[in-house]
């Protein structure tokens, strides 16, 4: 998936910004324009994995040439893509086969037992939480 960004030219004094108008509220900035634009990617992960994991739904991209016309005050600035992995928000279900001593195992279940989870809800829980951590 390709999505359209529109970025505002920086100089010397002035950090290169980058607006994802298909995605409210997610923009970047960069002192060079492939230093936004690699933050822009970033920026565009964060906000699609925060969305989904709070159940809302990720837009479309739209077209440059519809977001050129819909967005005027944006006219000197320069339009470009950038590239999204859809496999990264593809929320499949997925069986795995993973190994662990009994006693790890052991604790896992006691923990998502007491959480009132299944195995699996439990391990995909403390990875989405421990994302929003680190991230």
């Known amino acids: 998936m390709r999505y359209p960004v529109a970025i505002e030219p920086g100089n ?3 950090a290169f910004g980058v607006v994802v108008p298909d995605l409210p509220g997610c923009f970047s900035a960069g002192d060079t324009l492939e230093e936004a634009m690699t933050n822009a990617e970033e920026a565009v992960m964060a906000w699609m994995e925060e969305a989904l994991d709070h159940g809302r739904e990720v837009p479309k ?4 040439d519809g977001l050129r016309r819909k967005h005027r005050e944006w006219k000197a600035w320069v339009w ?18 993973i190994s662990l001593p009994r006693r790890v195992l052991h604790r896992l279940d006691t923990l998502a037992r ?12 403390l990875a989405l939480e421990r994302r929003r951590v680190v991230g």
């Not at 991209?61 to 440059?64: F, Y």
């Open 114 to 125: 007491d959480a009132g989870e299944t195995r699996s809800g439990f391990i995909a829980r």
């Open 80 to 97: 470009a893509l950038v590239n999204v992995d859809p496999a990264l928000l593809d929320d499949t279900l997925e069986r795995v086969n």
């Open 12 to 14: 010397e004094e002035r």
């Open 61 to 64: 991209p739209s077209s440059i």
